[in-house]
């Protein structure tokens, strides 16, 4: 009987510490991710706001390039970002300390709200002034990167930047119902409904400005864009305010927008789409290393989206035309010698006209003697843009055989557009944080916990031991440019991040140490993840 019970005792005993050791690891969890967060908000944030990467010191910051100390990168890696991971540790842990770090981010969008509604690519809190002389100097010698080499004083939906922070000013509205979001809010909104064409799409910019500078007859960032997500983020961020806000004026602006994917593409035996179309609706070029072209990349793209919009409509007439976007798929695969054993299956770009390949090039150091240029030659391509792809054709094969099989009734059953859908049992800010993103619905600008997926405690423990003694997740071996120089002979630096000819990026391979907001918003996710996870086992 002794023995009995001491045996019992051992095992109820190893019970209680295993449970004891992990609630010892969750408490390690939330320690590490305050530690660290503190760090963020009160040594690196400028004003609530971030870029992408820092020297230790805060010496020197990048995003796409490099800024000063007064600016905020509101694209991603940036204050919307950052913005969202503060949201998502909040709903998390109920710690307070989160949702003040969130209001600062979005105080900081709020302060660089364009009159007109929408966000710059940078927020500077020196004043326009100042950005001036970013874009003169910084910007306007960025080779490669001319989306930055010419200053606009208008707003931009490219990389998603004013849709994106749209969806994060209506996330954090919705969290307390905070009246304080409200008068941004219905200004980004009103910019997002102002600024679409009356056939659906959207330009890159607006207000529209046409003082491009590069010599082309036209200014693109006025052509429709679906480059990087434009029209798509404006519509998800429409669908959003609509599930939310209950506001109908939204359907309007929603059915639009997706019916402008129909209306662009191309006729057999050219069925793709391109990235940016003109008035016409003919596919146009953008940047000097994008030409009027179709691209496979984007016609796939294009026909998932397709496939949600049936299920979001019900309306059949977004699957018709799939079948012919998946003949011209098969049709421009690239030749076997060409496709590096079975690496790559289509060229990046397509020739209107006559389905051939065409491939970027570029040529020179910098500004002053870069050139680029395209032919139908693969040798030395461009390399930061890319010349190849593989594009999953059999997965979307798959995927358009199962949703089309679909009555519109069963499609549209989960559908944010159908009214049905809603459960009045909830308000439409209980919905948005309990349902939403729908399984078959648009992201949120933030990513959906799968309970599903086991987080690894060793990998929790990694985590926690990789924070240094500032609390820091640093980097190595990144991709950094040259300061903004002119030499004696007036020569202005190259200031885009180092790359070789051909536009593939150097790396430091030095031992330097970078502070990255990516690195923090990785680590950051998983513990976020394992803590949710610990909250079910405990349920």
Known sequence: MKLAFSISF????????????????????????????????????????YVGTYLPDLSRRWGELEFYKTQIQVQSDGVVSM???????????????????????????????????????????????SLKNWYNTIG????????????????????VTTSDAAKFLLRIYLQRLDISYKPALDKAIAFVLESQYPLGGWPQRYPLKYDFPHGFKDDYTSFYTFNDDVIWGNIDFLIQCYVTLGDERFLDPIRRGMNFYLITQQGNPYGGW?????????????????????LPSTTYEHCMLLLR????????????????????????????????DGKFTHPVFIEIGTNKPLYAHRSGTGIVDGRY?????????????????????????????????LTPEEAAKNSPLKAAHFQHNLTPQQYYERAWPLDNGPDVGRRKYNPSVKIDESQVRKIINSLDTQHRWMV?????????????????????KLSDEGGRGIVDQSEQEYLSTREYMKNMQVLISYIKQKENWTK
């Not at 010892?24 to 944030?45: H, P």
């Not at 011209?328 to 076997?336: A, F, I, M, S, V």
């Open 83 to 129: 913005g969202n991971i503060f949201l998502d540790a909040y709903a998390a842990t109920g710690d307070e300390y989160y949702y003040k770090a969130a209001e600062k981010a979005a105080k900081a969008l709020i302060w660089g709200q364009l009159p007109c509604g929408g966000w710059n690519y940078i927020i500077d809190f020196a004043g326009d002034r």
């Open 274 to 294: 391109g990235q940016q179309y003109d008035m016409d609706l003919m596919p146009a070029h953008a940047r000097s290393y994008e030409p009027p072209v179709l």
């Open 309 to 340: 919009f049936y299920e979001y409509t019900g309306d059949r007439k977004f699957l018709a035309r799939i079948p012919d976007a998946l003949e011209w798929l098969e049709n421009t695969r690239l030749p076997q010698n060409q496709a590096s």
């Open 10 to 49: 051992y095992f109820i005993f190893l019970g209680f510490l295993a449970i004891g050791q992990k609630k010892s690891l969750t408490e390690d969890v939330r320690k590490t991710m305050l530690d660290a967060t503190r760090y963020m908000v009160e040594q690196v944030s400028v004003n609530g706001g």
């Open 373 to 405: 240029w395209w032919d139908d030659k693969d040798e030395n391509p461009l390399l930061h843009y890319g010349a190849k792809s593989n594009i999953p054709i059999e997965k979307l094969k798959e995927e358009y055989k199962k949703i089309a099989s």
């Open 140 to 159: 306007k010698n960025a080779w490669g990167f001319e989306e930055f080499n010419h200053y606009y004083g208008n707003a931009t939906f490219d990389d």
């Open 476 to 496: 190595k071996h990144i991709q950094i440019s040259r300061p903004y120089a002119i030499t004696k002979d007036g020569v202005e630096t190259n200031t885009a």
